[in-house]
């Protein structure tokens, strides 16, 4: 098993690399769709940040990242004695008629597959994404883990305004439709209609470009967040993805935290079983939480209700190799309360690692 640390694009810098580094990761996961390019120096670098409900990213219909744009970051992390594991989250910006099954969706999977296909050149062997309508959304912030710490959740409910038309997955792809109402009501059927499209496009050309495509869980794990359905909000429902396109390019980006606090009273283990023995596991997104939906509080590695230690002895029997990343972790009081919070989880993470790797 190996550690890594998550880093949006904006925090690609030396510092940031040599501090990944020196706390003992080897790999790196890069969100290339930056919540924070737009100025909000105040960006967590959360895998889903605390506090991006405030504000809305906004993006624009753009090109797929291109050969020589990835071969240079690829280059910088490499030159900071890292490996570049995958990249986390498609822009809306390509595929947002992919996910609102619109007009442009047939040219959208056209660049996607070449995105794909840019990734296998590169030599980037996962593409994390999230097939959402209203991605990270309607979450609390504030709720506090242990000594007060800065944290998010849930108290009861979820955020069901509408999402306005022109929007998609917390950002603006088109500005001119802003105004002019709200996004098409969707049913779940729908939804994984889309994403079985998507599959069956995307997935032979992952394959042949030996690229894993591996899908998220929905964070927060409700039916409907913002009027909108939801794909995976139950632990089991990762086997209809997997069985959708059987294929090892069409995995899962193992979020455990927002599986522990999926409702339903599934045994995380179990499932997490039943998951990694199918070799399912593209990587891990770890940390902690309190609770199911619809109350829950996400806190430190070290005071939730998970086992950490268990999940990784189970990960160690059936062979996992992967990455695995700190998820959000609170922000701790200090002059660095980002960096503090994700180094007390990568410590903690690279000790159980170590634990369950001795037997
Ligand atoms: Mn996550």
Redesign the pocket.
């Known amino acids: 098993m190996k550690l890594g640390l998550g880093l949006y694009r904006h925090q690609l810098t030396d510092d940031n690399l040599a501090y990944a580094r020196q706390l003992g990761c080897t790999h790196i996961v890069v969100h290339l769709v930056d919540y924070f390019a737009q100025g909000d120096q105040a960006g967590t670098g959360d895998?889903?940040p605390i506090g991006s409900s405030g504000g809305w990213g906004v993006t624009r219909v753009r090109d797929v990242w291109s050969v020589d744009e990835l071969a240079t970051i690829k280059a910088r992390i490499e030159a900071a004695g890292l490996i570049w594991a995958a990249i986390e989250n498609f822009d809306p910006g390509v595929w947002y008629d992919i996910l609102l099954d619109g007009p442009r969706k047939e040219a959208q999977v056209e660049a996607i597959k070449q995105l794909i296909r840019n990734l296998g050149r590169v030599g980037i062997p996962v593409m994390g994404y999230n097939f959402s309508l209203a991605g990270v959304a309607g979450r609390a912030t504030g709720l506090e883990a242990r000594g007060g710490a800065e944290t998010v959740g849930a108290r009861g409910g979820t955020d069901q305004t509408p999402i306005p038309a022109g929007m998609v997955w917390n950002m603006v792809y088109d500005p001119d439709l802003l105004g002019t109402g709200v996004m098409p009501a969707t049913t779940h059927a729908e939804l994984w209609d889309r994403l079985a499209w998507f599959l069956r496009e995307v997935v032979p050309v992952a394959e042949a470009a030996g690229v894993r495509l591996a899908l998220?869980p929905d964070?927060p794990p409700f039916p409907m967040v913002r009027q909108a359905p939801r794909l995976v909000y139950e632990i089991p429902m990762y086997q209809r993805v997997l069985d959708l396109v059987p294929s090892p390019a069409n995995a899962i980006e193992c979020?455990v935290?927002?599986l522990s606090e999926m409702a339903g009273g599934h045994d995380l283990y179990d499932w997490l079983e039943t998951y990694a023995r199918q070799g399912a596991l593209a990587y891990l997104?770890m940390r902690n939480v309190v609770g199911t939906v619809p109350t829950y509080t996400e806190v430190f590695i070290d005071e939730g209700q998970i086992d950490v230690l268990r999940v990784f002895r189970i990960l160690q029997k059936h062979g996992f190799d992967g990455v695995i990343i700190p998820?959000h972790t609170p922000m701790v009081t200090s002059p660095a309360p980002w960096h503090v919070g994700k180094a007390f989880s990568l410590g903690y993470l690279r000790a159980m690692i170590a634990v369950a790797e001795a037997g």
């Open positions: 895998s889903q998220h964070d979020c935290g927002t997104h998820d």
